[in-house]
């Protein structure tokens, strides 16, 4: 058995990382009840965007827009959306299983590029030797976690927007953590470009419409628009999912730490009983010694 | 008439009142009680809107705008 100091000094450490895990999975805890309110806040944003586009769609025959043109597919851009930090399971590493199963498996026979956005996808796939953000892409986006709003998103959907209408990728997907619940993410491959035709919406009201100054103007101010909170939602997805991930695995941890310190504190008390037992025997030893 | 003005972020906006003037794009707007279903994009400019509490002025930054029944959604950005 371990001398009484050993333990002691494990003890000590085992409880100062339960006090680290267990305040940030506070931290995330609060987090998190943020991050979900920036997703409600969003919603009826996107919900009413979605009707008013499909209410348009459905009366406008030529959906064939810049942003939806079907090409040939040759290039293919992934967007891995990962944290900037790490100490949350199998959060990042599960967009990265998710990377390496598009490449080799569904885009085996295309040339496919990645974009990262947080720290944490740029270090990993760099470290699996996979190229990321070449050419014009920007390599700088885990700032975007500084500050998670729209002014900092609507850029990076403009980007890409770009580089699809010239022809550099022909197909953009986004590689996310979709937010279930507080302990469960979903990895989620979403195609962002070209873009899917809306569903119509069920509402007669449409024909009524009158359109300033016209459907077509409308529609190609409209689309840019809701790719840019297309890309938002994720970003948002990701966010409140990083931190409900986190709160589950330091959650975890300081059961664990905590189960740990008890075993410790058993094994201290035994060895701590073990040598008051030996030095009492000595004693009377000693003792039984003097009176002879 | 019910208005409600929505950014991605948050409600700037939402609640009873009686005009709403927006930038259109071609042109400003003026929308009173009872006015036809409309879908119109704006430019950047003043949101400016009459609610029972006097006049309210927010800036957007381009967006779009549906009226039906009587009620007008603001998308801003």
Same mark, same amino acid.
């Given at each position: 058995m371990a001398n009484l100091k050993e333990i002691?000094?494990?003890?000590?450490?085992?409880?100062?990382?339960?006090?680290?895990?267990?305040?940030?999975?506070m931290v995330s805890a609060s987090k998190l009840k943020r991050a979900q309110d920036a997703i409600t806040d969003m919603r009826p944003y996107a919900e009413k965007l979605q009707e008013i586009l499909g209410n348009l769609? %459905?009366?406008? %025959?030529?959906? %064939?827009?810049?942003?939806?043109?079907?090409?040939?597919?040759?290039?293919?851009?992934?967007?891995?959306?990962?944290?900037?930090?790490?100490?949350?399971?199998?959060?990042?590493?599960?967009?990265?299983?998710e990377c390496q199963r598009l490449i080799k498996e569904e885009y085996a026979d295309n040339n496919v590029h990645i974009l990262t956005i947080g720290k944490k996808a740029k270090d990993l796939l760099k470290s699996r030797s996979i190229e990321t953000n070449q050419g014009d892409l920007p390599s700088d986006l885990e700032k975007v976690w500084e500050s998670v709003n729209f002014e900092t998103v609507a850029p990076i959907a403009q980007t890409l927007m770009d580089a699809f209408v010239a022809k550099s990728y022909d197909k953009v997907i986004l590689v996310y953590n979709k937010f279930k619940n507080a302990a469960v993410q979903e990895v989620t491959p979403e195609q962002l470009l070209p873009v899917l035709p809306p569903e119509a919406t069920e509402n007669n009201a449409a024909s009524d419409y009158i359109f300033e100054p016209n459907k077509e103007e409308i529609v190609a101010d409209l689309i840019p628009k809701s790719l840019k909170v297309q890309l938002y939602k994720s970003i948002l997805d990701s966010h409140a999912s990083e931190h409900g991930?986190?709160?589950?695995?330091?959650?975890?941890?300081?059961?664990n730490a905590g189960e740990l310190k008890k075993d410790l504190t058993l094994h201290y008390n035994k060895a701590r009983q073990a040598a008051i037992t030996g030095e009492i025997l000595e004693i009377v030893g000693g003792a039984e010694a003097l009176k002879n | 008439m019910r208005i409600e003005i929505l950014t991605p972020d948050q409600e700037l906006y939402s609640g009873e009142g009686s005009a709403v003037y927006a930038p259109g794009k071609d042109g400003s707007l003026g929308i009173l009680e009872n006015h036809a279903a409309l879908i119109t994009s704006l430019r950047k400019g003043k949101v400016e809107i009459e609610t029972p509490n006097g006049r309210e002025t927010f800036d957007v930054d381009g967006g779009v705008l549906e009226v039906l029944n009587n009620k007008v959604i603001i998308l801003a950005e």
């Open positions: 002691r000094t494990r003890i000590t450490s085992v409880n100062s990382t339960m006090q680290i895990t267990s305040a940030m999975k769609c %459905e009366s406008l %025959e030529t959906s %064939e827009g810049m942003y939806s043109a079907q090409r040939d597919v040759d290039n293919v851009l992934l967007v891995a959306i990962t944290s900037n930090r790490g100490l949350c399971g199998g959060f990042n590493g599960n967009i990265i299983k991930a986190r709160m589950t695995a330091m959650h975890k941890a300081t059961d | -």
